[in-house]
């Protein structure tokens, strides 16, 4: 990298360049009349203390319902020496799954955008000439 610096450097010490009083006057003039930027950082936007105290009503609630949906099913066993068995004692959750059937919209947005690659192409072999 320092390579490449080094040749820029010398690159740029051997140009040249003519600049009429004319222009001088312009781009000094133009740079006499833009005004800088706000030096001020910007300061990032603070969230209203309701957003806060939402996100945090939200959170906790949501934690309630977790903790109660565990524990909803789940009966109380007497303290026994045996192993817990904790499969049985988790509710079981069903789950209601049916295959999706996509494959036909999926091979006519496929059969579009082949005829669309094809139209194209042949518009560039028009403009092209072959």
């Known amino acids: 990298m320092d390579k490449l610096a080094k040749r820029l450097r010398d690159d740029a010490a051997r140009i040249e360049v003519d600049v009429s ?11 006499h ?9 910007a300061r990032p936007l603070a969230r ?20 109660a949906i565990v524990n909803w099913r789940v009966e109380e066993q007497p303290n ?14 069903e789950l209601n799954a049916e295959a999706a059937m996509l494959t036909a919209p999926l ?7 082949q005829s669309d690659l094809k139209k194209a192409e042949e518009k560039v072999r028009q403009d092209i000439g072959l």
Do not use: C, N
């Not at 209203?48 to 903790?67: E, K, M, R």
């Open 21 to 31: 009083d004319e222009l001088d006057r312009r781009i000094e003039a133009s740079l």
């Open 33 to 41: 009349a833009t005004t800088p930027e706000s030096t001020a950082p």
């Open 48 to 67: 209203p203390p309701l957003f806060w105290w939402a996100s945090t009503i939200t959170g906790v609630a949501a934690a309630i319902v977790v903790i």
């Open 80 to 93: 026994t020496a045996a192993p817990v068995d904790l499969m049985a004692s988790t509710p079981r959750i």
């Open 107 to 113: 091979q006519e947005e496929l059969d579009k955008l």
